[in-house]
Structures are given as C-alpha cells and as structure tokens.
C-alpha cells in the first residue's frame, strides 16, 4: 500500500458550513440538508446566532463566535468555509484574516461575476428574504454594486414569515409560491435583468422554480459552493490509454 500522511482530525469533506441556530425545516435544496451535496461536508452550529440575529439584528455582537467556529472546522481539517446566510458578507474580510483558508461568505459574492458574464445592457438582480434589513454595508462586503435591483419574499404568506420567525414548520407550496412571485415582481420592475442571485440559503430548493418562471438563470449557494468545492479537491482525470 503507497504510504500516506496524516494531519487533520477528518478526511473527505473539504466544505465546512458555518450554521445559524436555528430550528425550522431545512428540505432537500436548503444548504443545510446534507442530502443537497454531492459531496461531503462538515457542519459547525454558532450557538446563539438566530436567524433574527443575523438578518434583521446584524449579526451584532457574533463576529467572535463565528471566527472561533472557523478556526475550529479548519482545525477538523476542512479546506474551506462558507456560512449558510448571505447576511453574513458583513464578516468576509474578518474570517478570511483568521484562517488560512479560502472562505466564501456569501451567495453575494456571485454578482460580481455574474455581471461579468452579461452584456452591457443587462445585470443581475437579487432576490433576498429581508430587503427591508439588506444595507449597502451587506453589499459592498460582497462586491455587490449598490445600484443592484433587489427583490424580496418579505410581502409574502411564508417563506419570511417562517424562516426568520424560526417556525418549526414550513408550508413547502406556499414558500415556493412567496419565491416566485418575488421574482416576478423584480423582473417586471427591471427588465433589464439578464440574471438573479438568491442571497437567502434557503432559497436552493425554489430555484428551477425560479427560473422556469422568470426565464432566467438563477444563482444559489448551491451552484457557488459546489464550484468552490471544486476547486478545493479538483477532479482527478486518468490519462489515456
């Protein structure tokens, strides 16, 4: 057997997620369902960090917790982290000063490159699940431009109403429907958009439903992480017989 050497505490999951506290349902598509991931990965709960904390409170007073947690998965052997709310962009800079690993945020981060990817006459849209507690702070810890159209599900029946109350159910249909309709809404008052990026980690389950109703490609946390991962642990080809 070719030898091999040791170092970290956990092998095989290169991601470490840092998680709100939180207790409403996470369903397959949600970051924090394990079942999501094609690959492995490594979770770290911030105790004390509510959903209402973090979105409308401004993760005041968490930035410790979340640095220790950090540091933490990197001790377990993780390669990279990321946290499962886009609200958390306001702490990109400090957690990549305390490990010494890559570290990605937020879903926000997306929107620089997404523009990038569009003609001039087009940009990207975000659709976010607190619009009303989104600040520019939030935006430009991500590279988001402020001049960034921003739709949100706050005017609807459930998916805010369930996710930031911390609700231990969640009417799966109608969060979908609070989705789509926000989207629709945005794009009806930006025609200009070529693309949306979901800033809420929740929102990986509504995608497709997203984009088959606004036809238009839509960006998760979902598709970024799984990027990440891979450039974490690039794919190995085998060379040609």
Known sequence: MKRVTGG????GASVGILMLDARFPRIPGDMGNAVTWPFPVHYRVVRSAS?????RQGAEGLLDAFVDAARGLVADGVDGI??????LSLFQQELAEAVRVPVASSSLMQVAMVNRMLAPSRRAGVLTISGSTLTDAHLLAAGVPLDTP???????AEFTRAI??????LDVELARQD????????TRAHPDLGAIVLECTNM????????RATGL??????NFITWFQAALVPRRFDPPL
């Open 51 to 55: 959903p209402d904390r973090v979105v």
């Open 179 to 186: 989705n789509v309709a926000a989207a629709l809404a945005m």
């Open 204 to 211: 990986g389950p509504y995608a497709a439903d997203i984009a």
């Open 217 to 222: 490609p839509v960006f998760s946390i979902v």
């Open 82 to 87: 990321t946290t499962n709310c886009g609200f």
């Open 150 to 156: 921003v739709g949100s599900t706050e005017g609807g």
């Open 8 to 11: 970290k505490a956990l092998y």
């Open 164 to 169: 930031l109350g911390n609700e231990p159910a």
